[in-house]
């Protein structure tokens, strides 16, 4: 697979739309077959940061385009890069076929749980049921509990837990937005609402609740005196919701932050120091 030729297509795409539903619009099932498999990415972590590829983006925006609204029932791939449904006894009426590869990958998929075609699961991965949107990248032993959806795009990390209610946004407008980032070993309890390109560091433990908007404050408390920062926790950093106070009109009311609270042990046992930190700072999930 030639990265840059499939670049070079959907920029062409992009240029001239006049073309996306002839020959030329093939890159774009290319592109999303890709996807499905986990071959290509929407955002991908280089030297330390995450770069957004807005190319990627643009591929899922014309797939959209490409494809027509259809009675969706069991999905089927032909021999080439194509997906196709079949009709009968149909489960959905959409544009896209639900994710069918768990076996392939070797990710789990409860009854109930959906994933979008274009969205990928690694290895072990277990999807309860909740849902999983096309361009999200879930990589190998996390889990997405129960009534938890990674909206399009997101990128999870490994052995990152969601737990149950949880919601993490998607992005796919404006192309180079970067989408939600949860990283590697990070925990984040039940009802947590992370959005608008948050990104939550290395083994973060989020208690239950908390709401992370581009525009949170995110208040730690761990020294003398408060920093307040916003759209990044920090790796290993144990966080829970919180109030600032905030003068209206009406009088002074509280208004949401997350409050840094403390800090997560460094070990290799990654579950031990997982239950250290909930017990030491009393943290619900």
Known sequence: MDIEELKAGIEALVADRSRLKKREGKVVDKVIA???????????????????????????????????????GPAIRDAGDAVRWRSESPSYYDKLPTKRNY??????????????????????AILMPGFVN?????????????????????????????????????????????????EDGAFV?????????VRIGTEA???????????????????TQPVVTRRTIAPRSVVIPGTLPKQFSAGEFGTPCALVIGTRTESTDKKTSLNAALREYEVAV
């Open 34 to 72: 890709a996807l499905d498999e986990g071959l290509i990415r929407v955002a991908e972590p280089r030297d330390g940061e995450w770069v957004t590829n807005a190319w990627v983006k643009q591929a899922i925006l014309l797939y959209f385009a490409r494809m027509e609204i259809v009675p969706i």
């Open 103 to 124: 076996k392939k990958l070797g990710a789990r998929c409860v009854p109930g749980g959906v994933a979008r075609y274009g969205s990928f699961l690694g290895k072990n």
């Open 134 to 182: 096309i361009g999200a990248y879930v990589d190998q032993g996390s889990m997405v509990d129960t009534w938890a959806t990674v909206g399009s795009c997101a990128q999870i990390g490994k052995n990152v837990h969601l737990a149950g209610g949880v919601g993490i946004g998607g992005v796919l407008e404006p192309p180079q937005a970067q989408p939600v980032i949860v």
């Open 189 to 197: 309890g039940s009802r947590c609402i992370v959005v608008e390109g």
């Open 205 to 223: 433990v989020l208690g239950a609740a908390v709401v992370l908007t581009a525009s949170t404050p995110i208040v730690d408390v761990r020294g």
